[in-house]
């Protein structure tokens, strides 16, 4: 059974920082493409940040460009994001989320239940 | 950024009839839209991906059709279980991935 327990959220000021974990379990992590999703409390789902299954090739929503940093240890099998900069609209719940397949990216099969950062001063 | 738009946001439907939402995309996506149910307090759930197939465990009357810039999702004899949030999701132009605004449905 795959299982996906995101970690690290936290109340942060703004301009701070935090890294948030990702622990996988029941599958083969290195062949999948995974990515982080977040909700702001009432709203929809924004796509944050992608990475390849090996981690060669990263992707990221303009909204987090710079300031964010999606990696993973396939060793592991931890997706981590470190979140610089943190802004008062970036507060949200932040899902792992990992693809349906090898071959396709972006079909989010499998989520965390969520891990909540909060940014107020 | 192709921009996903749900209609209407808030659809209410009697239990044992038919739910149709609807979801427009700003350009062409050609079928890799997909379609995610969430409940309150918990995460979304893949329900159909590649615009028509449903996702493992997902039941029958779930249907999703369109391609292009129009798709819907068809949910018949709604049960209980079945209000919730539904969002579309299109992976075809990324990044980035591009999700509508929802639409809750909720019983009559």
């Known amino acids: 059974e795959v299982q996906l327990m995101e970690s690290g959220g936290a109340l942060v000021q703004p301009g701070g920082s935090l890294r948030l974990s990702c622990a996988a379990s029941g599958f083969t992590f290195v062949n999948y493409a995974m990515s982080w999703v977040r909700q702001a409390p009432g709203k929809g789902l924004e796509w944050v940040a992608g990475i390849s299954g090996r981690g060669g090739s990263t992707y990221y929503a303009d909204s987090v460009k710079g300031r964010f940093s999606i990696s993973r240890v396939n060793s592991k099998s931890t997706l981590i994001l470190q979140m610089d900069s943190l802004r008062v609209d970036d507060t949200a719940i932040y899902y792992c989320?990992?693809?349906?397949?090898?071959?396709?990216?972006?079909?989010?099969?499998?989520w965390g239940p969520g891990t909540l950062v909060s940014v107020s001063s | 950024e192709v921009v996903m738009t749900q209609s209407p946001a808030t659809l209410s439907v009697s239990l044992g009839e038919t739910a149709t939402l609807s979801c427009r995309a700003s350009q062409g996506v050609s079928s890799k839209l997909a379609w995610y149910q969430q409940k309150p307090g918990q995460a979304p759930r893949l329900l159909i991906y590649d615009a028509s197939t449903r996702a493992t465990g997902i039941p029958a009357r779930f249907h999703g059709s369109g391609s292009g810039t129009e798709f819907t999702l068809t949910i018949t004899t709604l049960q209980s279980d079945d209000f919730a949030v539904y969002y579309c999701?299109?992976?075809?132009?990324?990044?980035?991935?591009?999700f509508g605004q929802g639409t809750r449905l909720d019983t009559k």
């Open positions: 989320v990992k693809d349906l397949s090898p071959y396709n990216w972006n079909q989010f099969d499998n």
């Open positions: 999701q299109q992976y075809n132009d990324w990044p980035p991935v591009t």
